[in-house]
């Protein structure tokens, strides 16, 4: 007796039986994508990886549908006759994913993925705020090189510029002063060269007259570098 043909598609063939698994296997999206209710965002989560398979890990983060942030700067490296830029993580053997940490199995199942920062009995999300200086530090074409982690220091913000608002840490190296931004979970931190004149101690006004501030002529400096 023939078999009538079946009018859904799905995982069946023309006569309605069911075909072989290696011809209804899904994507690794299809398979493992989030389940995001409209208006929920997960915490940044950091993932720790292998070297050099910093690239593969957020690519595969790409396709699955994970939001990701994987901060590289620019490098110049010798090759024989000349030198060559590459791009360089910030933070090596890092990257961040936003996901839910009740779904975390399809993440660690990515290339070169070891494990996920945090404790043996949870997970660690990052601070938003500092995953979103980095944003705009990158974003903002600005040179910046990995640093030493820093946890004390005076804490500085930039007044004006492409990195008007962004806090951090200033310190002095080699005779120019750099804002030391840090992820405080990873313990490391990313630097950039600043203009003295643009930047005030956190939470001042440039018009204040406490000692120890901006005297008027480092605030018009700083008026006529914005």
Request: with cysteine; charged share 25%; glycine share 8%.
């Amino acid at each position: 007796m023939l078999k009538r043909p079946c009018l859904d598609a799905g995982p069946w063939d023309s006569y309605g039986g069911s075909l072989p698994f290696w011809r209804t296997k899904l994507s690794a999206a299809d398979q493992f994508g989030p389940r995001v209710s409209p208006g929920i965002r997960f915490p940044w989560f950091a993932l720790q990886v292998r070297g050099r398979y910093e690239v593969a890990a957020a690519n595969y983060l790409r396709d699955m549908g994970h939001e990701h942030f994987l901060p590289v700067y620019t490098t110049r490296r010798k090759w024989s006759d000349r030198l060559k830029e590459a791009k360089t993580p910030l933070f090596p053997g890092y990257l961040f994913c936003r996901f839910d940490p009740e779904r975390r199995l399809p993440i660690l199942k990515a290339p070169g993925v070891i494990d996920i920062v945090g404790t043996r009995r949870q997970l660690i999300p990052v601070e938003e705020s500092e995953i979103a200086a980095i944003q705009r530090l990158v974003a903002s074409g600005v040179p910046n090189e990995p640093w030493p982690f820093l946890q004390v220091g005076q804490k500085v913000e930039i007044e004006c510029g492409p990195l008007c608002g962004l806090e951090g840490v200033l310190v002095e190296f080699k005779g120019n002063r750099r804002l030391i931004l840090s992820v405080t979970l990873l313990r490391r931190s990313v630097a950039v060269e600043v203009d003295s004149a643009i930047v005030r101690p956190q939470g001042t006004s440039i018009f204040s007259s406490k000692p120890g501030l901006r005297t008027q002529t480092q605030r018009l400096e700083a008026s006529v570098a914005c």
